[in-house]
């Protein structure tokens, strides 16, 4: 099956710890996109990469970083630094501007 | 910066009435999309409109994208309670390859 995975599906960090959340893709994209979605509103893009090796920052990615070391994988780091993270986030993936493809999501919830 | 705008926020209908949200923004857009999100669930992929003024039909669902390629709308005829979900608008700037949501409306179908 091809498809778009992330894991964990629930995610609890304690403050001040880091974490890391998995987004892989086998549709051979190779576009791939982070995504922040809080209670009844739309979704911010965190960061975005075209291509292995390279990423671009999106509209809120203090507090966030991210690797492009394979096509197929596209982790996101929650970082301390990131000071209201509770949110859910959504990993997607897409060729060049055309339809995006979204993972299931990760319910990241800060206690 | 670029901003994508939705109207409603929300809106509420009875089962059988038809349903319109509008889409602006702040510059144009090489394309747009059109997704919908179940609650609790992640988007899913409409509709790609590309051309000026384009105009597509899917079933009940009929997709616009505006003459000046700023603003789109979505108008479902008849409404069921399986339309239930957030809709969202999403489109790259002509000259970035990122995406911009729009705010999204919410839609609540009383049977």
């Known amino acids: 099956d091809g498809g778009i995975t992330q894991s964990p599906k629930y995610l609890f960090r304690k403050e001040g710890q880091n974490v890391t959340l998995s987004c892989e893709q086998n549709l051979n994209h190779d576009a791939m996109y982070w995504y922040r979605q809080d209670p009844g509103q739309g979704l911010r893009l965190i960061y975005y990469?075209?291509?292995?090796?390279?990423?671009q920052k999106g509209d809120i990615a203090e507090g966030y970083s991210v690797s492009r070391e394979k096509k197929e994988s596209f982790p996101l780091t929650v970082t301390s630094a990131q000071k209201n993270p509770t949110a859910f986030y959504l990993c997607?993936?897409?060729?060049?501007?055309?339809?995006?493809?979204f993972g299931p999501g990760t319910r990241l919830t800060v206690l | 910066g670029q901003q994508v705008m939705q109207i409603p926020q929300y809106q509420h209908v009875q089962e059988g009435e038809d349903f319109t949200t509008y889409c602006n923004s702040s510059?144009?857009?090489?394309?747009i999309q059109w997704y919908k999100q179940r609650p609790g669930g992640h988007p899913v992929f409409l509709i790609q409109?590309?051309?000026?003024?384009e105009v597509k039909k899917q079933k009940r669902l009929t997709f616009q994208f505006g003459e000046a390629k700023k603003n789109s709308s979505l108008h479902i005829t008849a409404t069921q309670t399986t339309d239930v979900g957030t809709y969202f608008c999403?489109?790259?700037?002509?000259?970035?390859?990122?995406?911009?949501f729009g705010s999204g409306t919410k839609l609540n179908v009383k049977p």
């Open positions: 999403a489109g790259p700037p002509n000259n970035f390859n990122k995406f911009y």
């Open positions: 990469s075209q291509i292995v090796n390279d990423f």
């Open positions: 409109l590309v051309k000026s003024g």
């Open positions: 510059t144009t857009l090489s394309n």
């Open positions: 997607a993936s897409s060729h060049r501007r055309g339809e995006q493809f």
